[in-house]
């Protein structure tokens, strides 16, 4: 059964740094591009950042230079450090897992909340 078991979200001021984790079970990891989704209320889910099992990272525009996504294979987790938090990021944050066979993303976790306010 897979799982991908997120944790790390909460609530921050403007300007202030989280770290997400998530730690995936029943899939090989290494077989996986791994990412960072979210959703804010409203909009549609979007692609954060995601990481390829050789290392190469893709960002969203509104990510880079703020958001690091790494992943850890001994630990079958990927994390994403943000910095220089801002209101807009308020969202629920997704761990994703796409197999390198597939074109989309097709497992979930449950999600975290961050929330970004003064």
């Not at 921050?12 to 077989?31: D, E, H, M, R």
């Not at 703020?66 to 209101?87: E, G, P």
């Amino acid at each position: 059964q897979v799982q991908l078991v997120e944790s790390g979200g909460g609530l921050v001021q403007p300007g202030g740094s989280l770290s997400l984790s998530c730690v995936a079970s029943g899939i090989n990891f290494s077989a996986y591009t791994m990412g960072w989704y979210r959703q804010a209320p409203g909009k549609q889910r979007e692609l954060v950042a995601e990481v390829r099992s050789g290392g190469n990272t893709n960002y969203a525009d509104s990510a880079k230079g703020r958001f690091t996504i790494s992943r850890d294979r001994a630990k079958n987790a990927v994390y994403l450090q943000m910095n220089d938090l801002k209101f807009e990021d308020t969202a629920v944050y997704y761990c994703g897992a796409r197999h390198w066979s597939m074109t989309v993303t097709n497992k979930w976790g449950q999600g975290t909340q961050v929330t970004v306010s003064s």
